[in-house]
């Protein structure tokens, strides 16, 4: 089992906004990621270095870290959001984490 | 495009050694980043094995240590995953990946997978 916690699952309306969580460990000197997962494909990275979006993924999706918490923001939901989103951690003994993933329904 | 590609026995008995490849396509793995393994169960969530950095300095999830090496093949442009021991709690789908930036903070490359069954 994970150290991470994450919510195990998430719904949302389209157009509405998730907030998905990844808390466990003190993340003060730790790197962030996350990742979107979809049925029967790998995962892509969506925002790394706890708040830097890849070029390819769309500006609606935001990350950020307040206290020991890391926070990943999908805004104007829509269906291609539909999968299930990772936490990561990079630094000390937490080097290569994943939490245990959220399953975002958009309904 | 980094392209990645996974190849590798299917299945693998009890107590022998799991053999992967990633063979990786438009980019030098000798010109930096990380590469890594990282699989996933049926059904289940994600699990980072390891990274080597192109110098050749290896990271490995503390809960396989004893059991994983990864190494790299310049000449080939590939890399490798060894796992020794192996048993049914190593049944899982292996993607081999590459790091977004030249340093360990996501890995925005993935292979498409390949699954590995531990059995008799």
């Known amino acids: 089992s994970s150290e991470l916690t994450q919510p195990s699952s998430l719904s949302v309306s389209p157009g509405q906004t998730a907030n998905i969580t990844c808390s466990g460990v003190k993340l003060d000197d730790k790197i962030t990621c996350w990742y979107h997962q979809r049925p029967g494909q790998s995962p892509v990275l969506v925002i790394y270095r706890n708040a830097v979006r890849p070029s390819e993924i769309p500006e609606r999706i935001s990350g950020f870290i307040s206290g020991n918490t890391a926070t990943l923001t999908i805004t104007g939901t829509q269906a291609t959001d539909e999968g299930v989103y990772y936490c990561q951690l990079w630094g000390g003994n937490s080097d290569g984490v994943f939490g245990p993933g959220t399953k975002v329904t958009v309904l | 495009q980094v392209q990645l590609r996974e190849s590798g026995p299917g299945v693998v008995k009890p107590s022998e050694t799991l053999s992967l490849d990633c063979a990786v396509s438009?980019?030098?793995?000798?010109?930096?980043?990380?590469w890594g393994w990282i699989r996933q169960p049926p059904g289940q969530g994600l699990e980072w094995i390891g990274s080597?950095?192109?110098?050749?300095?290896?990271f490995y999830n503390p809960s396989l240590n004893s059991r994983v090496s990864i190494s790299l093949d310049t000449s080939r442009n590939f890399f490798s995953l060894k796992l020794t021991s192996v048993t049914a709690a190593d049944t899982a789908m292996y993607f081999c990946?590459?790091?977004?930036?030249?340093?360990?903070?996501?890995?925005?490359?993935w292979g498409q997978g390949i699954l590995v069954t531990v059995s008799s």
């Open positions: 438009n980019f030098s793995i000798a010109s930096g980043y990380y």
């Open positions: 990946v590459r790091s977004i930036i030249h340093e360990s903070s996501g890995y925005g490359f």
């Open positions: 080597i950095f192109h110098s050749g300095s290896t």
